[in-house]
Protein backbone atom coordinates (compact mmCIF):
# COMPACT_ATOMS: atom_id res chain seq x y z
CA UNK A 1 0.00 0.00 0.00
CA UNK A 2 1.18 3.52 -0.26
CA UNK A 3 2.21 5.67 2.10
CA UNK A 4 0.26 8.50 2.23
CA UNK A 5 -3.42 6.82 3.23
CA UNK A 6 -4.72 5.03 6.50
CA UNK A 7 -6.00 1.65 5.11
CA UNK A 8 -7.86 -1.37 6.61
CA UNK A 9 -9.18 -4.28 4.66
CA UNK A 10 -12.86 -5.81 6.62
CA UNK A 11 -14.68 -8.90 5.96
CA UNK A 12 -17.66 -7.17 4.78
CA UNK A 13 -19.49 -7.02 1.46
CA UNK A 14 -18.94 -3.51 -0.07
CA UNK A 15 -22.64 -2.14 0.86
CA UNK A 16 -22.09 -2.90 4.37
CA UNK A 17 -18.42 -1.53 4.31
CA UNK A 18 -19.32 1.87 2.91
CA UNK A 19 -22.37 2.00 5.29
CA UNK A 20 -19.95 0.67 8.73
CA UNK A 21 -18.02 3.69 7.25
CA UNK A 22 -20.17 6.23 7.26
CA UNK A 23 -21.43 5.52 10.84
CA UNK A 24 -17.34 4.74 12.18
CA UNK A 25 -16.81 8.17 10.38
CA UNK A 26 -20.01 10.37 12.37
CA UNK A 27 -18.97 8.95 15.68
CA UNK A 28 -15.65 10.98 15.01
CA UNK A 29 -17.37 13.88 14.26
CA UNK A 30 -17.12 13.94 10.40
CA UNK A 31 -19.79 14.40 8.46
CA UNK A 32 -20.02 13.46 4.41
CA UNK A 33 -20.31 16.44 2.56
CA UNK A 34 -19.47 14.78 -1.26
CA UNK A 35 -20.26 11.11 -2.27
CA UNK A 36 -18.81 10.21 -5.87
CA UNK A 37 -19.40 6.67 -6.65
CA UNK A 38 -16.33 5.81 -9.39
CA UNK A 39 -18.14 2.69 -10.80
CA UNK A 40 -21.01 4.95 -12.12
CA UNK A 41 -18.84 7.68 -12.88
CA UNK A 42 -16.35 5.66 -14.88
CA UNK A 43 -19.08 3.47 -16.98
CA UNK A 44 -20.50 6.64 -17.39
CA UNK A 45 -17.45 8.99 -18.33
CA UNK A 46 -15.25 5.80 -20.63
CA UNK A 47 -17.59 2.81 -20.59
CA UNK A 48 -15.17 1.14 -18.36
CA UNK A 49 -15.53 -1.30 -15.88
CA UNK A 50 -13.95 -1.25 -11.94
CA UNK A 51 -14.85 -2.52 -8.81
CA UNK A 52 -17.50 -0.68 -7.03
CA UNK A 53 -16.06 1.80 -5.14
CA UNK A 54 -16.79 5.31 -3.49
CA UNK A 55 -14.87 8.51 -2.32
CA UNK A 56 -16.43 9.41 0.48
CA UNK A 57 -15.52 13.15 1.23
CA UNK A 58 -15.45 13.44 4.91
CA UNK A 59 -15.51 16.71 7.06
CA UNK A 60 -15.28 17.72 10.77
CA UNK A 61 -16.35 21.20 10.89
CA UNK A 62 -14.36 22.27 13.60
CA UNK A 63 -10.89 20.93 12.35
CA UNK A 64 -12.02 22.31 8.98
CA UNK A 65 -12.34 26.20 10.80
CA UNK A 66 -9.48 25.84 12.91
CA UNK A 67 -7.23 24.80 9.87
CA UNK A 68 -8.28 27.66 7.55
CA UNK A 69 -7.98 30.05 10.36
CA UNK A 70 -4.48 29.28 9.94
CA UNK A 71 -3.62 29.09 6.35
CA UNK A 72 -6.47 29.67 3.81
CA UNK A 73 -5.25 28.41 1.02
CA UNK A 74 -6.09 24.50 3.02
CA UNK A 75 -9.26 24.82 1.61
CA UNK A 76 -7.76 22.95 -1.73
CA UNK A 77 -7.00 19.84 0.45
CA UNK A 78 -10.44 19.40 2.23
CA UNK A 79 -12.54 17.49 2.72
CA UNK A 80 -10.58 14.57 4.05
CA UNK A 81 -11.07 11.65 1.32
CA UNK A 82 -12.35 7.95 2.42
CA UNK A 83 -12.77 5.54 -0.05
CA UNK A 84 -14.46 2.38 -0.01
CA UNK A 85 -13.03 -0.13 -2.61
CA UNK A 86 -15.00 -3.85 -3.15
CA UNK A 87 -12.03 -6.48 -2.86
CA UNK A 88 -14.40 -9.23 -3.80
CA UNK A 89 -17.83 -9.91 -2.79
CA UNK A 90 -17.23 -10.46 1.08
CA UNK A 91 -14.35 -8.24 1.34
CA UNK A 92 -13.73 -4.06 1.43
CA UNK A 93 -10.83 -2.24 1.45
CA UNK A 94 -11.07 1.52 3.31
CA UNK A 95 -8.12 4.05 2.25
CA UNK A 96 -8.18 7.71 3.59
CA UNK A 97 -6.27 10.27 2.96
CA UNK A 98 -3.51 10.56 5.77
CA UNK A 99 -3.44 14.28 6.69
CA UNK A 100 0.12 13.50 7.61
CA UNK A 101 0.68 13.61 4.27
CA UNK A 102 -0.69 16.98 4.06
CA UNK A 103 1.89 19.04 6.06
CA UNK A 104 4.42 17.99 3.64
CA UNK A 105 2.35 20.71 1.76
CA UNK A 106 2.68 23.50 4.60
CA UNK A 107 5.41 23.88 7.19
CA UNK A 108 3.17 25.23 10.07
CA UNK A 109 2.92 24.31 13.59
CA UNK A 110 -0.79 24.83 14.03
CA UNK A 111 -1.41 22.89 10.81
CA UNK A 112 0.45 19.70 12.46
CA UNK A 113 -1.99 20.16 15.48
CA UNK A 114 -5.06 19.86 13.63
CA UNK A 115 -2.94 17.22 11.06
CA UNK A 116 -2.71 15.21 13.83
CA UNK A 117 -6.37 15.59 15.25
CA UNK A 118 -7.67 14.49 11.86
CA UNK A 119 -5.39 11.57 11.82
CA UNK A 120 -6.23 10.18 15.18
CA UNK A 121 -10.02 10.52 14.35
CA UNK A 122 -9.83 8.89 11.02
CA UNK A 123 -7.30 6.28 12.92
CA UNK A 124 -10.05 5.77 15.33
CA UNK A 125 -12.75 5.55 12.44
CA UNK A 126 -10.66 2.55 11.25
CA UNK A 127 -9.71 0.91 14.03
CA UNK A 128 -13.58 0.86 15.50
CA UNK A 129 -14.44 -0.99 12.02
CA UNK A 130 -11.58 -3.46 12.40
CA UNK A 131 -12.85 -4.21 16.14
CA UNK A 132 -16.39 -4.16 15.02
CA UNK A 133 -15.73 -6.69 12.86
CA UNK A 134 -14.29 -8.81 14.98
CA UNK A 135 -17.83 -8.87 17.23
CA UNK A 136 -19.81 -10.52 13.89
Known amino acids: MTTFTLTTTL??????????TRVALGEQGFGILTEIDLKATLKTKLDVDVAPQVI???CRPALAYEALSVDPSIAAV???????RALDEET??????????????????ALHAV????????TAALDALTSAEGTR
Open 11 to 20: ALPYDDAVQA
Open 56 to 58: LGA
Open 78 to 84: LPCNVVV
Open 92 to 109: SLLEAFDPDAMMGLADND
Open 115 to 122: ATDAKERL
